[in-house]
Nanobody, 119 residues
Framework: QVQLVESGGGLVQPGGSLRLSCVSS????????MGWYRQAPGKQRELVAV???????NYADSVKGRFAISKDNDKNTVYLQMNSLKPEDTAVYYC?????????????WGQGTQVTVSS
């Protein structure tokens, strides 16, 4: 069983920055695709950014040029650097680990960390 623990959320003013971290309980980053998702009140959870096991990245259009996802395999940690934050970025941010193999798809979620962008 994989456990993911997010940290780094908080209250920030518009235009500010935050860095989220997600630590996994095992050395999975080299074989799992890691993603950051967010869910705002009354809205569905949406993908923000993903970094695949090989290192390639992809972003939601709404965060391109402002957010950057990265990982440190040795530290079992995935990061989400968020710059130029906007009020519409306010949400609970969740870390996800996913791997699809012969036996099916395994997906794990963290507990989430709140990000609030407000003046």
């Amino acid at each position: 069983q994989v456990q993911l623990v997010e940290s780094g959320g908080g209250l920030v003013q518009p235009g500010g920055s935050l860095r989220l971290s997600c630590v996994s309980s095992g050395s999975i980053l080299s074989i799992y695709d890691m993603g950051w998702y967010r869910q705002a009140p009354g809205k569905q959870r949406e993908l923000v950014a993903v970094i695949i096991s090989g290192g390639g990245t992809n972003y939601a259009d709404s965060v391109k040029g402002r957010f950057a996802i990265s990982k440190d395999n040795d530290k079992n940690t995935v990061y989400l650097q968020m710059n130029s934050l906007k009020p519409e970025d306010t949400a609970v941010y969740y870390c996800n680990a996913q791997r699809t193999g012969i036996g099916g798809t395994r997906s794990y979620w963290g507990q989430g960390t709140q990000v609030t962008v407000s003046s």
